[in-house]
T-cell receptor, first 117, second 111 residues
Framework: NAGVTQTPKFRILKIGQSMTLQCAQD?????MYWYRQDPGMGLKLIYY???????DKGEVPNGYNVSRSTTEDFPLRLELAAPSQTSVYFC????????????????FGPGTRLLVL | KQEVTQIPAALSVPEGENLVLNCSFT??????LQWFRQDPGKGLTSLLL?????REQTSGRLNASLDKSSGRSTLYIAASQPGDSATYLC??????????FGGGTRVLVKP
């Protein structure tokens, strides 16, 4: 298994540009997440999904959009990039038996480093 | 709102010394707690996951304890090695399907 993959690894954007960060997992996990990590800080949840067609906001969703059309893919869209979105973005996935409330280990991708100038 | 704190933010020890990393959380109604390792420029690797009903988990030189009532977890790394140098993050899973992370402890093990 490739696990969780993310593309691109690094990107420079100009203010106001848009882009999509790609994330895919091949472990048949139902849960997927997007986090951002600012220098010297922990991770903050942007959006998450509990299954195809279902997404919900995390702690810092403003300026981002997501979709989950398949179990495998969970792209993150940045519209009108701003310098405050300069960060490292991590995608993660995990599995939980629906209705149990207890999740298994989260698996993380290698991250996408984004610089907005 | 759940808040997770890790103190100290950075730690430097000589090789062979035992490491003790602390994590505290404000809301004890958690499902589980995870410890992660992050190497510079890399993603996170899960080290240990403790379910809310457990008191501790062990894997090799790593041992993590959980005291829900006091809102604390401790990660012990025995006989530290230079390869243990990394940032260690704890995260708690609570209601709402969300993992809340601490700020991490950056560890340097000096040969």
């Amino acid at each position: 298994n490739a696990g969780v993959t993310q593309t691109p690894k690094f990107r420079i954007l100009k203010i106001g540009q848009s882009m999509t960060l790609q994330c895919a997992q091949d472990m048949n996990h139902n849960y997927m997440y997007w986090y951002r990590q600012d220098p010297g800080m922990g991770l903050k949840l942007i959006y998450y999904s509990v299954g195809a067609g279902i997404t919900d906001k995390g702690e810092v969703p403003n300026g981002y959009n997501v979709s989950r059309s398949t179990t495998e893919d969970f792209p993150l869209r940045l519209e009108l990039a701003a310098p405050s979105q300069t960060s490292v973005y991590f995608c993660a996935s995990s599995y939980a038996q629906p209705g149990t409330g207890g999740l298994k280990t989260q698996y993380f991708g290698p991250g996408t480093r984004l610089l907005v100038l | 709102k759940q808040e997770v704190t890790q103190i100290p933010a950075a730690l430097s020890v000589p090789e062979g010394e035992n490491l003790v990393l602390n994590c505290s959380f404000t809301d004890s109604a958690i499902y589980n707690l995870q410890w992660f390792r992050q190497d510079p420029g890399k993603g996170l690797t899960s080290l240990l996951l403790i379910q809310s009903s457990q008191r501790e988990q062990t894997s090799g030189r790593l041992n993590a304890s959980l005291d829900k009532s006091s809102g604390r977890s401790t990660l012990y790394i025995a006989a530290s090695q230079p390869g243990d140098s990394a940032t260690y993050l704890c995260a708690v899973w609570a209601a709402g399907n969300k993992l809340t992370f601490g700020g991490g402890t950056r560890v340097l093990v000096k040969p």
